[in-house]
């Protein structure tokens, strides 16, 4: 096994995490008999504990190292994830949740500071690729987890299996794994400056797509489009695997086109994409829709977290948590505007605010394009 190979994993385990919690949000529901309101909230501890972690973990791989750091966060999870299955007292539940998002964030910036060393030494792109063993990771999380839920075990027992098979990927990995990053240079967190707050900019409006295209979908289609509710989740089923496959493919396409040509063809095909999911009436061109927003989104934060390996506006240690902090205010964020435009008007219009943001995304593009197209 080697440094590629194991980074893959990684994204792959990470994307089996968030899946795993994923399934068994209805239970933690249930477990502790909150309402709708109270679990949003519970959910937004989860969003919070990581946008509190990400800004340490620079500091913490520059002194411990990827492999360390990613190991502890992992370990951290690992333990953590049955918990969330039996806690019936909801202040306790914050309590977790907050803590597993602290370990899932400081994961989701280790393992990208690990991808953008390894990529920097490997003679083409690979950024598209490891995002895309992620989204196989939530693919094989939800079916692992649904598919033990059905046989009849026990959701305690199903955590617990996730968690080994965690653990094995941990295991199998860690060796190459790095047990270095980049030396820390400056404060250990800053706000993004100079060509950075592109980059988050950018990575914010394709994670409040990609949260909106989550949360929202399946609501749209049934109020909005009188889509019956057991066929509501084809819209982001459509959207994920069209994602999926266009980050498997996102290292060639990237190799070929360039980086600035691949973003500007994703926020095209993501503006028709969401365009066509407004105006469209009957299910068939709805998904083609979803089909098209997957595959504009597939590929544009991974080539944004790989420009960071590559500008020196800022360090990289300081760079990538303050993108991935703006991305998860994207995710947080997104979803909260839907939902206030979706009470005061309709889901539609704020669909057609994240048609404008993508656009606006382009536009963003076009003033990196020299360094888009130098970096390749």
């Known amino acids: 096994m080697n440094e590629k190979i194991s980074t893959r994993i990684i994204f792959l385990m990470s994307g089996i995490i968030s899946a795993s919690w994923a399934v068994i949000v209805p239970y933690a529901k249930v477990n502790t008999g909150v309402s709708d309101a109270t679990l949003g909230f519970l959910l937004l501890c989860l969003g919070f504990g990581a946008m509190a972690a990400m800004p340490l973990t620079g500091s913490l791989t520059s002194k411990l190292g990827c492999q360390k750091v990613i190991a502890a966060a992992a370990i951290m999870i690992i333990v953590i994830i049955p918990f969330l299955a039996i806690i019936t007292d909801p202040l306790l539940l914050a309590i977790t949740l907050f803590i597993f998002g602290?370990?899932?964030?400081?994961?989701?910036?280790?393992?990208?500071?690990?991808?953008?060393?390894?990529?920097?030494?490997?003679?083409?792109?690979?950024?598209?690729?490891?995002?895309?063993?992620?989204?196989?990771?939530?693919?094989?999380?939800?079916?692992?987890?649904?598919?033990?839920?059905?046989?009849?075990?026990?959701?305690?027992?199903?955590?617990?299996?996730?968690?080994?098979?965690?653990?094995?990927?941990?295991?199998?990995?860690?060796?190459?794994?790095?047990?270095?990053?980049?030396?820390?240079?400056?404060?250990?967190?800053?706000?993004?400056?100079?060509?950075?707050i592109i980059f988050?900019?950018?990575?914010?409006?394709?994670?409040?797509?990609?949260?909106?295209?989550?949360?929202?979908?399946?609501?749209?289609?049934?109020?909005?489009?009188?889509?019956?509710?057991?066929?509501?989740?084809?819209?982001?089923a459509a959207f994920s695997i069209a994602m999926?496959?266009?980050?498997?493919?996102?290292?060639?396409?990237?190799?070929?086109?360039?980086?600035?040509?691949?973003?500007?063809?994703?926020?095209?095909?993501?503006?028709?994409?969401?365009?066509?999911?407004?105006?469209?009436?009957?299910?068939?061109?709805?998904?083609?829709?979803?089909?098209?927003?997957?595959?504009?989104?597939?590929?544009i934060?991974?080539?944004?977290?790989?420009?960071?390996?590559?500008q020196k506006s800022m360090s990289q240690i300081t760079a990538v948590p303050a993108v991935t902090t703006m991305g998860y205010i994207g995710i947080l964020a997104g979803p909260a505007i839907i939902s206030g435009i979706a009470h005061y008007s309709s889901i539609v219009y704020g669909f057609v605010l994240v048609t404008v943001l993508i656009v606006i995304a382009a536009m963003l593009a076009f003033s990196i394009r020299t360094i888009l197209q130098r970096t390749n």
């Open 102 to 196: 602290m370990g899932s964030g400081i994961m989701d910036c280790a393992m990208n500071v690990q991808a953008i060393l390894v990529e920097k030494s490997a003679p083409k792109p690979l950024m598209s690729g490891f995002h895309g063993m992620y989204s196989v990771g939530g693919i094989v999380g939800a079916g692992t987890m649904t598919c033990l839920l059905i046989i009849g075990c026990h959701v305690i027992v199903s955590t617990l299996i996730m968690s080994a098979l965690i653990l094995a990927f941990l295991f199998i990995s860690y060796k190459k794994l790095l047990p270095y990053a980049n030396p820390a240079e400056g404060p250990t967190f800053a706000f993004p400056k100079g060509v950075v």
């Open 200 to 236: 988050g900019l950018i990575c914010f409006i394709f994670f409040m797509a990609e949260g909106t295209v989550l949360d929202w979908s399946a609501v749209y289609l049934v109020d909005n489009r009188g889509i019956a509710a057991t066929e509501g989740g084809l819209g982001f």
């Open 244 to 299: 999926t496959l266009g980050r498997l493919s996102g290292d060639a396409i990237v190799a070929r086109f360039g980086s600035f040509g691949v973003v500007l063809i994703g926020t095209l095909f993501a503006t028709v994409g969401f365009i066509t999911v407004i105006n469209s009436m009957t299910l068939p061109f709805i998904l083609s829709g979803y089909v098209l927003i997957g595959i504009g989104c597939s590929n």
């Open 301 to 310: 934060v991974p080539i944004m977290f790989s420009q960071i390996g590559k």
